[in-house]
């Protein structure tokens, strides 16, 4: 295994100041209270963004970006509290901001922010490499771990205990899967990219899906509160380690935990493709997500350090073809758009407001 370094974060005396939005490039109120960058969120862009930290404090001389692992909903939650130095200047992400984060955002007065994508990423589901081989169709993985099943024109709790249970060709072990919190991008994107395409498989779902997209999604996003699913928490390497220790268990979390780690865990295929490089970054895996982070434009050039991070994150060194992040298990980005999002890290052009 090769576990990531984790950064020594430091205590930081913040003081309260006005936090009145600087423009770019110009010094601001917020530049008395922290000497560092901040960034929070995603557990699966941690290890990239401390990365990056470590190389632009070598590079330039300065302290390190504090970089937190609070899960991308989190990371939204702190980043939309508030300008100013009390609150991150990145947060880091494992989807999209919602609408509901980015008006969160602008009513604390955190406005023109920045949306960068720096590569993909995909979600596996794996166990331990002595543990039994899985090929999991999507609506296998929504009949194993859905709370309630379709039964009739109605509803019911899923008692399923064993996934033979379920398919008669998957591997006779109990369901038994670690995987991400509620607060995790990658619990939304495993509930958006694998549960809601299995779910729309089963013609009772597909249905409702028609009739009332709310109550289909209300459906397929809610997993099974018994033991069948346990919220492990936001450290993907945790998950990892419990597989090690829980051969009969599977877990969900980011392929570049899974990279790091083949020497312990091996992934199930999903729809018949296995989760690689190759298949993620051409879209062929059906449960692939892009990553990305977003800055505070009023932050750049009153936080120190703040435009040579976002420029380092986005440099051709780090998130290019065969950049060192590439070799963290970042998939990166296509030439076009990777020269887009360089782009827009330069120009630091503000996002729209999303649509939901």
Partial sequence: MKPY????????????CGQQAAKDGAKGPSASGRDQVWAAGSSTVFPFATRVAENVAKTTGGRAAKVESLGTGGGFKLFCSGAGANFPDVANASRPIK???????????????VEIKIGYDGIVIANAKNGPTFDFKLDQVYRGLAAELPKGAAFEKNTLKNWKDVDAGLPAQAILVYGPPPTSGTRDAFSELALEKGARKLAELDALHGKDEDAFKAKAHTIRGDSAWVDAGENDNAIVQTLTKTPNALGVFGYSFLENNMDS??????????????????????????????????????TPGLREFVNAFVSDAATGKGGYLQQRGLIPLSGEDHVAQKAAATNLTPMAAPAK
């Fill in 5 to 16: 370094a984790y950064l020594a974060i430091a205590a930081v005396a913040l003081s309260a």
């Fill in 99 to 113: 609408k509901s984060e980015y008006d969160q955002c602008v009513a604390n007065g955190v406005t023109d922010i």
């Fill in 265 to 302: 865990v091996k992934a199930a295929k999903i729809d018949g493709v296995a989760p690689t490089f190759e298949t993620i970054s051409n879209g062929t895996y059906p449960v692939s997500r892009s990553l990305y982070i977003y800055v505070k434009k009023a932050n750049v050039g009153v």
